[in-house]
């Protein structure tokens, strides 16, 4: 028997952890009433209100490449998907980017990309290298896919403090049906056990509604976040991509989402959370509703226009408007009506969440 909804969300705000899968689950519950889950969301605004006041952190996402040397099922990047015209940025270009953010105000930027076959350490460390050196009061977050210990060695010796590596299923059933047989999900872990161990602030997590995906299994991920003690925690909708094998799949739900996005507040009261592009895609005002599920950290999109639509991990992905740095005041805006302040402040809260087993 678990307790009453309320009982759990009184429990996970006190303890930072509930008892095992099935009281998780009972909050994930589709038949929940929406006075309960409010009471969720409510803990969550206050726990990030205590944390970081009325601060949401901005972050300037910029798109290096859409090469990619993998084949995950879910995603429009694929290497299987001939129908995407694929672009690298070169270092300027990526300095460029970086230039015209750190003008607008960012100091955190986030290079992401797929697994770029032509990708070497050597070439990664020395656009690193470059935009460190050039812009030393900004932080560095890679988003880079996969790569051998030594690899992200090197990546932090040149600069970055910061990865985001999904785990996006920490069950290895799921996995395999996410992904081709040539990925595990053993590397997977490995890479973020990697990272953690490096010292780099590391950001995990997992989409919402992926096929085939079950409230046990997002249970699964919930334990294992406790254990790795993320400092960042990326949690968006799937969303199918018609050039996959999932383009038949629904998307996964707003309202989980924001759910997901509550209870991991709930669970790592100082964590970096962001609104993220998924949720923002799916849901109207999505940004705003994530920060108001407990959400803190923005990342509007800083990729040079042009290759914006080409960067299509699924379909109708917001990348233009307040989704973008050209939309930044808009974005403001928004959050100001909702009581929230966005800051360039690099946010470096280290995870302090303890161990509870
Ligand atoms: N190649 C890197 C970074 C780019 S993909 C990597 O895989 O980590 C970044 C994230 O986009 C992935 O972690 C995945 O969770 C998300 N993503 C990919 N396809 C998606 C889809 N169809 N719907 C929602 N999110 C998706
Ligand atoms: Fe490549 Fe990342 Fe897309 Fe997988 S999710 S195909 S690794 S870009």
Not at 282 to 310: F, H, Y
């Amino acid at each position: 028997m678990t307790g009453s909804y309320r009982d759990l969300v009184i429990r996970l705000t006190a303890e930072r952890h509930l008892r095992g899968s099935a009281e998780y689950r009972h909050l994930l519950d589709p038949e929940a009433i929406r006075e309960d889950v409010e009471l969720l969301h409510e803990a969550a605004r206050r726990v990030a209100r205590v944390v970081f006041g009325s601060k949401v952190y901005a972050r300037a996402l910029i798109e290096i490449t859409n090469r990619c040397r993998n084949n995950c099922l879910y995603c429009g990047l694929r290497r299987d998907n001939r129908s995407l015209s694929r672009y690298s940025l070169d270092t300027a270009t990526i300095v460029e980017c970086c230039r015209r953010a750190h003008d607008a105000g960012f100091r955190t930027f986030v290079l992401q990309g797929g697994e770029d076959p032509a990708a070497t350490v050597e070439r990664v460390c020395s656009m690193v290298a470059e935009v460190h050196g050039r812009f030393p009061d900004a932080a560095i977050t890679l988003s880079l896919g996969e790569w051998p210990d030594a690899a992200y060695e090197a990546f932090f010796e040149a600069g970055a403090t910061r990865y985001l590596l999904r785990h996006e299923t920490r069950n290895s059933r799921h996995y395999s049906r996410l992904h081709p047989p040539e990925m595990s999900l053993d590397n997977r872990l490995r890479c973020l056990a990697t990272l953690k161990r490096i010292g780099y602030q590391t950001g995990t997590g997992i989409m919402v509604g992926s096929p085939f995906q079950t409230a046990g299994e997002i249970a699964e991920d919930l334990e294992y976040m406790a254990d790795l003690e993320p400092e960042m925690i990326g949690i968006g909708p799937f969303i199918p991509h018609g050039a996959t094998p999932f383009a038949c799949f629904p998307p996964g739900s707003v309202d989980m989402t924001l759910r997901l996005i509550s209870i991991l507040r709930l669970m790592f009261p100082n964590a970096n959370i962001p609104a993220t592009t998924a949720l923002a895609t799916l849901g109207g005002e999505g940004r705003v509703k994530g920060i108001l599920a407990g959400a803190n950290v923005v990342m509007p999109n800083a990729s040079p226009s042009e290759v914006r639509a080409s960067y299509s991990l699924y379909d109708g992905k917001a990348c233009r408007g307040r989704e973008s740095i050209e939309g930044l005041d808009t974005l403001k805006r928004e959050l100001d009506a909702a009581g929230y302040q966005l800051t360039f402040e690099k946010g470096d809260f280290k995870c302090m969440i303890l161990n509870h087993r």
